[in-house]
């Protein structure tokens, strides 16, 4: 089975982040990477998870974050996740080290609509992969999608333009765990 991680960076809505952690957890993804303003759980469910694949600093494991705000998030989160939160294995950062995964063998891919964009059905995964997932309207900023490996896309044949944040990882995720 392959290694991957999902990097969720700058996802806007809770219930999308709640949603990530159920797909991840229920597809037996190693680890997911919070990153930007994504809101995250509790970083105390994460000490309770799996040692974190991506780092093991004292960094991961302490929450910075006011104890109401703190609460309310992970509240909501868990209103998609179910619990996905307590068990997945997640870290938090400001930006994602993809020169660290690169060092630990992961090809970066980013889910997002380019002109040399991959069609996910065309995609050879590797066994390590960090897959990339960007904000709800905008996507992933260029700064980031210029530092990745691949560019993965899922056609659309419909009249709308792209899938919601969390159901697109469920589409790729699946894809990319075959």
Sequence with gaps: MREVIVIAHNIRSTYNVGAIFRTCEGLGIRQIIVSGYTPYPDVSLA???????????????????????????????????????AI?????????????????????????????????????AP?????????????IPTELLCQVDDIIEIPMY????????????GIALYELTK
Excluded at 127 to 139: D, Q
């Design 158 to 169: 419909g009249q709308k333009e792209s899938f919601n944040v969390s159901v697109a990882a």
């Design 88 to 124: 997945m294995p997640f870290e938090h950062c400001d930006a994602p080290d993809f020169s660290e995964l690169r060092a630990n063998g992961y090809r970066i891919a980013a889910l997002e609509q380019a002109e040399n964009s991959i069609n996910l059905a065309n995609y050879q």
């Design 47 to 85: 000490a309770a998870a799996p040692v974190c694949a991506y780092s093991d600093s004292e960094i991961c494991r302490t929450d910075p974050r006011l104890p109401h705000i703190r609460e309310k998030i992970t509240k909501q989160i868990h209103k998609t996740a179910l619990g996905a939160e």
């Design 127 to 139: 066994e390590k992969l960090a897959l990339l997932l960007g904000e709800e309207v905008y996507g």
